[in-house]
């Protein structure tokens, strides 16, 4: 009967353990379903992925889209609503807490400053619903709101974004009136008025219907401060029959916007 006691006992006591968490929280259970009383505690719920197309409004009221990669970067494109005038471009890595998102080496052009500036970029996110955030950057800031575009979520055809595009571009502190053309191959060609010539190559992305752009520039309508414009990297949106495309260099000294209608 001893031996017996100390046994019951010994099981008495694996069984607190196994309730208790092993030193965890109270209240919690890690043991098996006969240990926590029958019912088998279920595991913690991830918070989802803040990856995919964005769309919304800014605090301006100028559409925005936002767009957050897995590489990790995070691009911001912005326009006057209702027009092919872009406003502005934002591109930076991220990284991501539970529900909280940020930025701290956003590089950041628009209509309204001369050069490109360097950013904080702070969002919370609801995983394939929303984003909503603000962005504080050398001679601007602003917030937004957008919500997750279901239709962006398988690859894209260079088929799709194929035709001719009449718009305009936006360099850091001008805008001018530009044309680009896009084959089937995607294969990138365009103007300015003012003689910024820029040609190309979009391709097309894993698991969503964006695409990557690699854009060269000739012509004294480049940006050209504090060096000339030469060649940049980025990423382009075709929203209906509206094509959205923005590349900075790789220094992220300089910036470049189009958007266009066909």
């Known amino acids: 009967m001893r031996y017996g006691g100390l046994a019951g006992a010994a099981a008495l006591a694996l069984a607190v353990a196994g309730c208790s968490g092993g030193g965890g929280n109270p209240g919690e259970c890690f043991g098996s379903a006969e240990v926590c009383g029958g019912v088998q505690p279920a595991p913690p719920t991830p918070s989802g992925s803040p990856v995919g197309l964005y769309k919304g409004f800014t605090n301006t009221n100028r559409v925005v889209y936002a767009l957050v990669l897995s590489t990790p970067e995070i691009w911001l494109l912005s326009s006057l609503s209702g027009t092919n005038v ?3 471009a934002d591109r930076g890595t991220w990284t991501a807490t539970d529900t909280t998102l ?8 628009s209509t309204d400053t001369t050069t490109v500036g360097i950013g904080n970029l702070d969002a919370t996110f609801v995983s394939g619903s929303r984003l909503t955030g603000s962005v504080v950057a050398p001679g601007q800031s602003f917030t937004f709101t957008t919500t997750y575009q279901t239709g962006f979520t398988t690859q894209g055809t260079l088929a799709a974004v ?3 595009y009449t718009g305009s571009a936006v360099m850091p502190g001008a805008t001018d009136v530009a044309t680009a053309t896009v084959t089937s191959d995607g294969v990138v060609t365009g103007s300015t ?3 910024c010539n820029f040609s190309g190559q979009l391709l097309t992305s894993p698991g969503i219907s964006t695409y990557t752009a690699s854009l060269s520039f000739t012509g004294v309508g480049c940006p050209q401060n504090p060096t000339p414009l030469t060649a940049g990297s980025g990423v ?3 929203d209906g029959s509206q094509l959205n495309l923005a590349v900075f260099n790789a220094a992220r000294t ?4 189009f958007s266009g209608g066909r």
């Open 86 to 88: 872009p406003t502005g």
């Open 102 to 109: 940020s930025s701290t080496d956003l590089a950041d052009f």
């Open 162 to 164: 194929a035709g001719s």
């Open 193 to 195: 008025v003012r003689g």
């Open 236 to 238: 382009a949106i075709l």
């Open 254 to 257: 300089q910036g470049f916007a």
